[in-house]
């Protein structure tokens, strides 16, 4: 199994980046995918997820309403869609996947992670 991500990169504050993540070997299609991000010297935290058939989408309170998850399951990809972004969403961010398929904000959930893409905001 394998997930990368990509569309990371630097932006001022208030601009937009989009991420995105693909995953191959994954053998069930009913898997939930989510978004995580760490800062320097800070713990793993949530910021996204969408369930198994992209049926319902979940937001940190911090992202909610400036970011958007899709998923594209022909593509097997999620995307990332960051708006009105901050220097506090400053972060590498890392896609994971959870075959339980319904998507959680607890990072021990998931089953697979990528390598992560650094999104770095300027002020």
């Known amino acids: 199994v394998q997930l990368v991500e990509s569309g990371g990169g630097l932006v001022q504050a208030g601009g937009s980046l989009r991420l995105s993540c693909v995953a191959s070997?994954?053998?069930?299609?009913?898997?939930?995918m989510a978004w995580f991000r760490q800062a320097p010297g800070k713990e793993r935290e949530f910021a996204a997820a969408i369930n198994w058939n992209g049926g319902s989408t979940y937001y940190a309170d911090s992202v909610k309403g400036r970011f958007t998850m899709a998923r594209d399951s022909a593509k097997n990809t999620v995307y990332l869609q960051m708006n009105s972004l901050k220097p506090d969403d400053t972060a590498v961010y890392y896609c994971g996947a959870d075959y339980r398929g319904s998507g959680t904000v607890e990072a021990a959930d998931y089953d697979y992670w990528g390598q992560g893409t650094q999104v770095t905001v300027s002020s």
């Open positions: 070997g994954l053998t069930s299609g009913r898997y939930a």
